[in-house]
């Protein structure tokens, strides 16, 4: 059995099916499995893509559930003892896997998390840290991390009915919500492109807070400003991209603003990041 499952969601994107497939095959970690999760795609195209696939690549066949749900299908069907998503329309470097497993050491209570290079609509190379207090207000975490499958059956899996979007964000919250610690891998291994048409520019960034709004219902008790600013203490002298004070500010404009006013809010802070990345790039 191999020691590592590497799952890609695909659903109509041929496009860019066989570059992250390839990725996941030149892998230079051995003990792996490829499984392609079919999330009922419609297009000739994509049924064409997956059937040309190699023979070391499995492809798993369901009607179309979304993203979680395919991610969920994909740790249901993978027999290593770690799991890797990987989106169809992203790819990673052939060292990921070997430095990740090597970095975990056998844990089966922590998860490994890689550096971004963004592509795409904007370029940027994004460090990551793993800040609890912080990922309560901002997904930092990409979604290509490396995790036990023992650990996501432990929190619960992706929750399935969040279609829209930031299923990630939430399922990361969880893990650390569960004590798990995020173990960084340095490097820049992890390529995400960045489109308009994406899932996370057309649809989740567009709502966000709504979307926030129903993670913060799935953990009621840890969006209490009590427990809240304990996380923001606790977790105050760790690595993070903002500012306490800037966390604390967005917390409670979410609380506040009406959603029309939030919403005008968090498109001129994701402006702001955006024209740094560029500023920086260039």
């Given at each position: 059995m191999p020691d590592v499952s590497i799952i890609l969601p695909c659903y109509n994107a041929e496009a860019f099916l066989n570059e992250a497939v390839e990725s996941a095959r030149a892998q230079t970690y051995s003990s792996k499995e490829i499984i392609v999760i079919d999330d009922g795609s419609?297009?000739?195209e994509t049924a064409a893509a997956l059937a040309a696939l190699p023979d070391d690549v499995r492809v798993v066949h369901q009607e179309n559930r979304g993203l979680p749900s395919a991610r969920n299908r994909g740790f249901e069907e993978a027999t290593g003892r770690y799991v890797l998503p990987l989106d169809c329309d992203d790819w990673i470097e052939p060292t990921?896997?070997?430095?990740?497993?090597?970095?975990?050491?056998?844990?089966?209570?922590?998860?490994?998390?890689?550096?971004?290079?963004?592509?795409?609509?904007?370029?940027?190379?994004?460090?990551?840290?793993?800040?609890?207090?912080?990922?309560?207000?901002?997904n930092q975490m990409p979604y290509c991390m490396l995790i036990p499958r023992v650990l996501w059956t432990r929190v619960g899996g992706y929750d399935?009915?969040?279609?829209?979007?930031?299923?990630?964000?939430?399922?990361?919250?969880r893990l650390g919500l569960s004590g798990a610690e995020g173990l960084c891998l340095a490097q820049h291994v992890?390529?995400?492109?960045?489109?308009?048409?994406?899932?996370l520019q057309a649809v989740a960034h567009q709502r966000h807070g709504q979307l926030w709004r129903a993670i913060q219902e799935r953990h009621t008790d840890?969006?209490?400003?009590?427990?809240?600013?304990?996380?923001?203490?606790?977790?105050?002298?760790?690595?993070?991209?903002?500012?306490?004070w800037k966390l604390l500010a967005f917390y409670a404009a979410h609380r506040l603003l009406p959603?029309?006013?939030?919403?005008?809010?968090?498109?001129?802070?994701?402006?702001?990041?955006?024209?740094?990345?560029?500023?920086?790039?260039?």
């Open positions: 419609t297009e000739p990921y896997v070997t430095d990740a497993v090597a970095l975990i050491d056998g844990r089966e209570d922590a998860f490994v998390f890689p550096w971004i290079d963004a592509f795409g609509q904007f370029e940027a190379k994004l460090e990551k840290h793993w800040n609890l207090a912080e990922q309560l207000v901002a399935e009915t969040m279609r829209l979007g930031y299923e990630d964000w939430e399922f990361n919250i992890f390529h995400y492109r960045v489109a308009a048409t994406g899932m840890d969006y209490r400003p009590g427990r809240f600013i304990g996380h923001l203490r606790a977790w105050s002298d760790r690595p993070k991209a903002h500012a306490t959603d029309a006013a939030f919403a005008r809010l968090f498109r001129r802070v994701l402006q702001g990041s955006h024209l740094r990345r560029e500023a920086a790039r260039g």
